[in-house]
């Protein structure tokens, strides 16, 4: 787990750093599955929070608002894992 929180954390600086114009190798964006599973999470839950945020703590969460009436982003996370565990 620390691995992958390492190398997640070098991505997210990488990005950070192609944000900002500055030169970055081809190496130093490498994604593998738990990476991509732990952004998937950590997404999530931001989204999650900031929506009971804006709407209020008492609103309630329904799983089938996650999934969505036309796959949703737990469909195309799904797609995104499995195009990855392919590669």
Do not use: K
Not at 9 to 26: D, E, H, K
Not at 44 to 66: H, K, N, P, Q, Y
């Amino acid at each position: 787990m620390r691995h992958t929180l390492a190398a997640l954390i070098r991505n997210l600086v990488a990005g950070f750093r192609v944000a900002c114009l500055l030169p970055v190798t081809q190496l130093a964006f490498r994604v593998d599955l738990p990476q991509l599973v732990l952004l998937f999470v950590v997404s999530s839950s931001l989204d999650a929070v900031r929506d009971a945020i804006r709407a209020g703590m008492t609103t309630i969460v329904f799983w089938f608002s996650i999934m969505g009436l036309g796959g949703g982003a737990a469909n195309c996370s799904g797609c995104l894992i499995r195009v990855a565990a392919e590669a």
